[in-house]
């Protein structure tokens, strides 16, 4: 059975603030316990008042040599392009926090879609260990958000990632937008420990009814797809997002 909880938060500001703290929260329950603390950030918009807050206001609570970030998906474009997810969390957070380069570990969305799936893969069985297909890495931590459409990381409706059962990593293919996305399998979202979704505006809020109370239709919602094997799912929304749940 699911472990999952829905906060609900006045506003997006709120909301980051609430998502900062449970970085700090976790970062310091996952140094105590096993000397370091591994999270996987989102792309989007919703991430970026969360990554000022947590390096504006809790910084300081922090222990950034021991903090391990990755990310949970990433677009085909170079670590400059202004579609970065790894931009985007360099500008908002990694430039404005003491994190030693070598804890960051980027999607390379600059190399070819396969190639850097399996590069990524490779980085994870360093950090993790455990074998592809056989084992699946446990994140501290995930931040999701969820689109429109229900897709969650880079698993769109109807994609052939959502079916991957075998790999950590891979090059997803989006026929609607006509891109290659790198992302991480649902399987090894669902092994964190926690996986928390920030979802934020009153845009989402159809979704959000369809994807927590709706028919379990995951090929069509594949944030449906999200259910933690032994962690907990925690639903981060503001009132305006959750207005309809
Ligand atoms: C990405 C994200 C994606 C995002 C959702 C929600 O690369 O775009 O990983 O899954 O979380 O599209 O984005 P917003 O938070 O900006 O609405």
Redesign the pocket.
């Known amino acids: 059975m699911t472990d999952s909880e829905i906060r609900r938060f006045a506003d997006g500001e709120a909301l980051a603030k609430g998502a900062a703290q449970l970085f700090v929260r976790l970062s310091e329950q996952a140094i105590h316990d096993g000397g370091r603390f591994s999270v996987a950030l ?6 970026k008042v969360m990554h000022r807050v947590l390096a504006n206001e809790f910084a300081d609570d922090v222990a950034w040599a021991k903090v391990h970030i990755f990310w ?2 990433e ?1 085909t474009v170079s670590p400059e392009h202004e579609d970065s ?1 790894f931009r985007m969390a360099k500008q908002t957070l990694l430039d404005h926090v003491p994190i030693p380069a070598a804890n960051i570990y980027r999607m390379q969305g600059e190399l070819e879609p396969k190639a850097a799936a399996n590069a990524y893969q490779d980085t994870l069985s360093e950090y993790f260990g455990g074998l592809v297909g056989k084992d699946w890495p446990e994140f501290d931590l995930i931040f ?4 429109e459409d229900g ?4 698993l769109f409706p109807y994609t052939e990632a959502l079916r991957v059962t075998d790999q950590w990593v891979v090059a997803n293919h989006i026929p609607k937008m006509e891109t290659w996305r790198i992302t991480l399998t649902a399987p090894v979202i669902n092994a964190a420990k926690t996986i928390a979704f920030l979802v934020a505006g009153e845009s989402k809020a159809e979704t959000l009814r369809e994807v927590i109370n709706g028919p379990y239709l995951p090929e069509q919602f594949p944030s449906q797809y999200i259910e933690p094997v032994s962690g907990r799912l925690l639903w981060m929304v503001d009132e305006a997002a959750a207005s309809l749940v």
Not at 42 to 47: D, I, W
Request: aromatic share 0%; charged share 10%; hydrophobic share 15%.
């Open positions: 989102s792309g989007g918009s919703t991430p949970g998906d677009r997810n999701l958000g969820i689109g897709h969650t990381a880079s």
